[in-house]
């Protein structure tokens, strides 16, 4: 066995199955249905009393509240939470800049070097990130601050392999609704920040103005000065700049509390919007799904009567005419009769090979009653081409899984046996955490492997797509070939 | 001898019977399933039972399950199970179970008459016998054990054959080699492997597979071959 012709140790597959989608934020059953949250959950009475508190406190964000499932995480109490609130909205004001600058540089940029170079493609793909990137982080700072209880934003998943399928996810990310819901809660969230510091300036210039009037200090005017009233800061009374503080202050208060209605206000809108896609997706998913069983049953039933029809039959027709050429003999030329049954009976014994190999390929009960590793042996044993298997599996997966991770075992090594030239071949089978069956088979022969319509790879993907898995096959012209699938152990 | 069957296809049953008759066998039941043959067992005393693997109610493994209850109940009854497809998960229950001899063969094998009916006679007198193509799944388990590993490709065909449960003459006319040569074979086999030397017959094999069981290697070119054209007792 020469070791380094293999890849090493299995990588992670990349799974593409979606998460069940999110149960609905319901006002008729909040109980009923909690939503996942990526925190740990409490228990729901302990939240009752807290729920009440920042209503009487909030007037403004009686809407949102009133929404809010009572089975959320203990939120911070009202004053810790503005607390929190200001806090960001200041570091948003300073900072949140950055990200249109970035998105706009790499914007122009994109389109100006499309049209030049195709450079501008790198660029374009950095503002799909740099968006994607933005929308996460605002809906989990949201969700963090306010412990809405809203799923994580989730980036689009690449359906189709290679490059133009890269491109067909940034396309499809680009569209995705809630990313931008997030980047335009972002963007709000920015201006009250820039609102706030200014408020916050004006907070401390007024209160410093207020505090040296009454203390009799010398006040000046100074061009520079970020002070709203500064211009008239040798006229008026100390109670002018006193006010302006005040109001600033009661802004700043006033500006986290917007800030609640409005980002939470959009995240919920988000998160439902995303529930409704996450649906559509699953039917989507589920219909394709059936789709693949439909074909894959489709593939294999004509496939069946083809060598029925091509094998066994005629060998039996064959078989009968022999006999009944020995029955006619018999008296006439012993000899000759006796050679003709002998032919019959080798030909008997092909036929019954021939339909035991067709039986089992059509459903091994070993499966069935052994698992996967256990059945995987007869097919091994039988394969044309030499194969190790390495199969480490503790316990047993659902029966579809083992179903079509054993078939896609089988046509890989008849493919093999059939197209591939190869003097050797790897099975390997893991169960890895998250519980993904996953398996992969390797062959070391020349490669150029394709998906044909009605041929046994296209058979595969049904298989694996009716099972609710993802499959990749790497086949270069040369060799060598591996084929990988990942499918829900327990489905 | 006098012998039980198993086996719920009429068809076959009847086959069998007729088989088993006219070689001078008796019959001393005939059953369509597994109820009542424990029972049967007790009371005729049959010199070996042959069980089918797919029978009601279920169609999965119970001949396999009845194989290794009477093999635990009658440490000294012979069982040979027939079988549509072989399974070496099977064999290796039926070979780390309790009991003495028993057989694992394909129903296929049934065609070949005189054959069939000479590996009968063996599995009686209290051999093991497998069925080539379960050995050569036994053969494709990869495991972790080096000695393996220490085989030479004609070593290991010999293993194979052995593991079928042949006597070194059997051996010898199958692989075209003299008797001596296969003696010596089987004796660098058994230093190589570590095993003991003193093992003859029915516990020769059993070592032999048991040994394969747990070490597993990566087949010998021979052993990979497709089944039914390797040269074994059971082809034409």
């Known amino acids: 066995m020469?070791?380094?012709?293999?890849?090493?140790?299995?990588?992670?597959?990349?799974a593409g199955y979606p998460q069940a989608a999110q149960p609905p934020h319901t006002q008729q059953a909040p109980q009923a249905q909690p939503p996942q949250t990526q925190q740990t959950?409490?228990?729901?009475?302990?939240?009752?009393?807290?729920?009440?508190?920042?209503?009487?406190?909030?007037?403004?964000?009686?809407?949102?509240?009133?929404?809010?499932?009572?089975?959320?995480?203990?939120?911070?109490?009202?004053?810790?939470?503005?607390?929190?609130?200001m806090l960001h909205l200041a570091a948003l004001g300073l900072l949140g800049w950055a990200f249109f600058v970035s998105a706009f540089a790499l914007l122009g940029l994109g389109l100006g070097l499309t049209l030049v170079?195709?450079?501008?493609?790198?660029?374009?793909?950095a503002l799909v990130y740099v968006l994607f990137g933005t929308a996460w982080f605002e809906t989990e700072r949201v969700d963090g601050l306010y412990r809405l209880g809203i799923p994580a934003l989730r980036a689009v998943p690449q359906r189709t392999p290679g490059f133009a399928g890269f491109l067909r996810m940034m396309w499809a990310q680009l569209g995705d609704g809630r990313m931008w819901q997030s980047i335009a809660s972002f963007t709000v969230a920015t201006f009250l920040g820039l609102f706030f510091l200014i408020c916050a300036q004006n907070l401390v210039w007024g209160a410093a103005a207020a505090i040296l009037k009454l203390t009799g200090g010398n006040v000046?005017?100074?061009?520079?000065?970020?002070?709203?009233?500064?211009?008239?800061?040798?006229?008026?009374?100390?109670?002018?700049?006193?006010?302006?503080?005040?109001l600033c202050a009661a802004s700043m208060v006033g500006l986290a509390l917007l800030h609640r209605v409005l980002t939470v206000w959009i995240a919920r809108a988000g998160a439902e919007a995303d529930q409704a896609q996450q649906l559509q997706e699953a039917a989507r998913l589920s219909e394709q799904q059936r789709v693949g069983a439909v074909r894959a049953a489709d593939v294999e039933r004509t496939r069946l009567e083809r060598d029925l029809h091509d094998g066994v039959q005629p060998r039996l027709?064959?078989?009968?005419?022999?006999?009944?050429?020995?029955?006619?003999?018999?008296?006439?030329?012993?000899?000759?009769?006796?050679?003709?049954?002998?032919?019959?009976?080798?030909?008997t014994k092909a036929a019954i090979t021939e339909l035991r190999q067709l039986?089992?390929?059509?459903?091994?009960?070993?499966?069935?009653?052994?698992?996967?590793?256990?059945?995987?042996?007869?097919?091994a044993g039988r394969s044309h081409v030499p194969v190790s298997l390495d199969v480490r599996l503790e316990g047993r997966c659902s029966r579809e899984a083992e179903t079509a991770v054993y078939f896609v075992i089988a046509e890989s090594l008849t493919n093999a046996a059939k197209h591939s030239r190869a003097s050797e071949a790897r099975v390997t089978v893991r169960l890895r955490d998250g519980g993904t069956l996953w398996a992969r088979v390797e062959d070391n022969g020349v490669g150029g492997a394709r998906v044909v319509p009605g041929g046994g790879l296209d058979g595969i993907t049904n298989r694996v797509l009716a099972a609710g898995g993802t499959f990749r096959l790497d086949s270069p012209l040369g060799g060598p070939t591996s084929l990988e699938v990942s499918v829900p152990c327990a489905s | 001898m006098r012998i039980l069957i198993c086996e719920d296809s009429v068809l076959l049953r009847e086959g069998l019977v007729r088989l088993l008759e006219h070689s001078g066998h008796e019959v001393s039941g005939a059953f369509a399933d597994t109820a009542g043959v424990a029972e049967a067992v007790e009371q005729d005393r049959p010199d070996l039972c042959i069980l089918d693997v797919r029978m009601p109610p279920t169609f999965t493994d119970e001949g396999i399950r009845l194989a290794l209850d009477l093999r635990a109940r009658h440490p000294q009854l012979p069982v040979l199970v027939l079988s549509q497809y072989v399974e070496e998960r099977y064999a290796s229950e039926l070979i780390s179970g309790q009991g003495g001899a028993f057989g694992y063969l394909l129903k296929d094998r049934v065609a070949d008459v005189a054959e069939f009916v000479e590996a009968v006679g063996r599995i009686a007198g209290g051999a093991t016998v497998l069925d080539p193509e379960v050995v050569a799944q036994l053969l494709t388990r990869r495991g972790k054990d080096a000695r393996m590993d220490?085989?030479?490709?004609?070593?290991?065909?010999?293993?194979?054959?052995?593991?079928?449960?042949?006597?070194?003459?059997?051996?010898?006319?199958?692989?075209?080699?003299?008797?001596?040569?296969?003696?010596?074979?089987?004796?660098?086999?058994?230093?190589?492997?570590?095993?003991?030397?003193?093992?003859?017959?029915?516990?020769?094999?059993?070592?032999?597979?048991?040994?394969?069981?747990?070490?597993?290697?990566?087949?010998?070119?021979?052993?990979?071959?497709?089944?039914?054209?390797?040269?074994?007792?059971?082809?034409?």
């Open chain 1, 2 to 14: 020469s070791s380094e012709k293999w890849a090493g140790a299995p990588t992670a597959p990349t």
């Open chain 1, 41 to 85: 959950m409490q228990a729901p009475q302990a939240q009752a009393p807290q729920a009440q508190a920042p209503q009487a406190q909030a007037p403004q964000a009686q809407a949102p509240q009133a929404q809010a499932p009572q089975t959320q995480q203990t939120q911070a109490r009202p004053p810790r939470r503005i607390a929190l609130t």
């Open chain 1, 117 to 125: 170079f195709g450079i501008g493609l790198l660029f374009l793909v």
């Open chain 1, 220 to 246: 000046a005017y100074h061009p520079n000065t970020g002070l709203l009233l500064a211009p008239f800061i040798t006229e008026l009374p100390w109670f002018a700049f006193a006010l302006v503080a005040i």
């Open chain 1, 317 to 347: 027709v064959s078989v009968g005419m022999t006999l009944g050429l020995a029955q006619q003999q018999i008296d006439s030329d012993p000899e000759g009769a006796k050679a003709l049954i002998s032919e019959a009976h080798t030909s």
């Open chain 1, 359 to 379: 039986a089992r390929g059509i459903h091994p009960s070993v499966l069935e009653d052994r698992g996967l590793d256990a059945a995987l042996s007869a097919l």
């Open chain 2, 150 to 236: 220490r085989l030479t490709a004609r070593e290991r065909t010999v293993l194979a054959v052995l593991a079928e449960g042949r006597s070194n003459q059997a051996i010898a006319a199958q692989l075209f080699l003299s008797e001596a040569s296969v003696e010596k074979h089987i004796t660098a086999i058994f230093q190589k492997l570590e095993l003991d030397q003193d093992e003859s017959g029915n516990r020769r094999v059993l070592a032999a597979i048991a040994h394969i069981q747990s070490a597993g290697a990566a087949a010998a070119p021979d052993a990979q071959q497709a089944p039914q054209t390797r040269q074994t007792g059971f082809t034409s």
